[in-house]
């Protein structure tokens, strides 16, 4: 069975840290994505990687970065972590007709 | 700039009947695909259809239908003979570039479904 896994289901942190969420997939894909999830907004593309290294900015890109130096791990990362950032995160891989696998999500509060 | 658009931010149901959700997107892209997603209580993101822009035929799995108007940018998800397991939040989604190629995989803000008994 196909595998999207992130690191932490739950995470606190302090305002100012830097935070790493780590996003692992066992498939093979060339194309990851970060989202944000929130109530009434749906789901927020914050950055997506087609290829290692490689990167895109999705829609919310500000306060975020992220690597990709291994094909199956893409990891985002809060530079410096503000309130506004408490969140539910998602990653996942896949592509195209045979749609995306998501990971469990990793909720994040920022205190 | 590609948009996904859910009119309907929560809907009640009978079971057993029918229900329709809607969605409507916008691209300037003549490739994409359109995609459902159901996430229960639980959290997780649960793939349910597909719909690439050159196909011909509506995608059916099971229960779940896409009625796929092209001309009006719709996607409209339909479910038949709702059961209480259907309760959830649905989620339309697009990607440009049929095949999926390096491309974003974006999603409205979804419509939350319950069924009553």
């Known amino acids: 069975d196909v595998k999207v896994t992130q690191s932490s289901r739950y995470l606190v942190k302090r305002t100012g840290e830097k935070v790493f969420l780590e996003c692992v997939q066992d498939?093979?894909?060339?194309?990851m994505f970060w989202y944000r999830q929130d109530p009434g907004l749906g789901l927020r593309l914050i950055y997506f990687s087609y290829d290692v290294k490689m990167k895109e900015k999705g829609d919310i890109p500000e306060g975020y970065s992220v690597s990709r130096e291994k094909k199956e791990r893409f990891s985002l990362i809060l530079e410096s972590a503000s309130t506004n950032q408490t969140s539910m995160y998602l990653c996942?891989?896949?592509?195209?007709?045979?749609?995306?696998?998501f990971g469990s999500g990793t909720r994040l509060t920022v205190v | 700039a590609q948009k996904i658009t859910q009119t309907q931010p929560g809907m009640f149901v009978q079971e057993k009947e029918a229900v329709t959700l809607d969605c409507t997107y916008d691209?300037?892209?003549?490739?994409?695909?359109l995609f459902w997603y159901k996430q229960p209580s639980s959290g997780e993101m649960i793939f349910l259809i597909y719909?690439?822009?050159?196909?011909?035929q509506n995608a059916t799995e099971g229960r779940y239908s896409l009625n796929f108007q092209k001309a009006r940018k719709s996607a409209n998800l339909v479910i038949s003979a709702s059961q209480l397991g259907d309760s959830a939040m649905y989620f339309c989604a697009m990607s440009a570039g049929y095949g999926g190629a390096t491309n974003k995989l974006i999603f409205g803000t979804g419509t939350l479904l319950a069924v009553q008994p």
């Open positions: 691209t300037s892209d003549q490739s994409y695909g």
């Open positions: 996942a891989s896949g592509q195209g007709v045979f749609g995306y696998t």
């Open positions: 498939m093979d894909h060339e194309n």
């Open positions: 719909q690439g822009s050159y196909d011909e």
